[in-house]
């Protein structure tokens, strides 16, 4: 399967405990993004790194959440000292270098990381 | 924020009827793109539709843009019990810089079609 990969696919875990997320996207991808979606909402951004550098970041990502992409492959999201207002669906998103011209984003996601905090 | 929002909320149809979704949105766009997610899963790309674009066909999927109205509809023709999921609409926000960059998603038209 060449589709984008999340793990761990359900996470549960104390209030004050912290939590870290793993995205692989396609390959040829050198633009992930992360979402969140809680019940009966659509998702919401919360950050875009093309290649390592993150290029942008929505204010739900407050301090208590960091994101990287190192080598601009894979992506962790942290979530420091969880609350249980954390408690979502964590979804992530890649899509490919757009061809000259185009000004549009066709973006794959994931399966998503629903995470429980008790 | 600038979402797009579906109407209706939720739809229930017999298999073999058409379902039609409809999206406003708030601002001017680039492009305007329809997902489908079935339960607790990630959602799939449907079909993208630009802003020079007022229909565009997909297999039993039919989308319409009216950027003047800042709406979109998504008709499913014939629907199938597999087409049961929610539907979302997205769109970027190229006047605040975010082309290419983040999607914003309206809360989903629930889609059930009954045997």
């Known amino acids: 399967d060449t589709g984008v990969s999340q793990d761990p696919r359900h996470k549960i875990t104390k209030r004050g405990q912290n939590v870290t997320f793993r995205c692989d996207p396609i390959?040829?991808?050198?633009?992930l993004y992360w979402y969140r979606q809680t019940l009966g909402q659509g998702p919401e951004f919360l950050t875009y790194f093309q290649n390592e550098a993150q290029l942008e970041k929505s204010r739900l990502l407050s301090d208590r959440f960091s994101a990287e992409r190192p080598k601009g492959s894979f992506s962790t999201l942290e979530i420091q000292r969880t609350e249980q207002g954390d408690s979502a669906m964590y979804l992530c998103a890649s899509s490919p270098p757009p061809g000259q011209g185009q000004t549009y984003n066709e973006q794959f996601f994931g399966p998503g990381t629903r995470l429980t905090v008790l | 924020s600038q979402q797009g929002e579906e109407d209706p909320q939720a739809l229930s149809i017999q298999e073999g009827e058409n379902a039609t979704m409809n999206c406003s949105y708030k601002t001017s766009i680039n492009n305007l793109q329809w997902y489908r997610q079935n339960s607790g899963r990630g959602l799939v790309h449907l079909i993208l539709?630009?802003?020079?674009?007022r229909e565009k066909h997909s297999g039993r999927l039919r989308v319409t843009l009216d950027t003047s109205k800042k709406s979109s509809s998504l008709l499913i023709t014939a629907s199938r019990a597999a087409d049961t999921a929610s539907y979302f609409c997205?769109?970027?926000?190229?006047?605040?810089?975010?082309?290419?960059?983040?999607?914003?998603f309206g809360r989903g038209t629930q889609l059930t079609v009954w045997p």
């Open positions: 997205a769109t970027d926000a190229p006047d605040r810089g975010s082309t290419l960059g983040r999607l914003y």
């Open positions: 539709i630009r802003s020079n674009e």
């Open positions: 390959s040829e991808h050198n633009r």
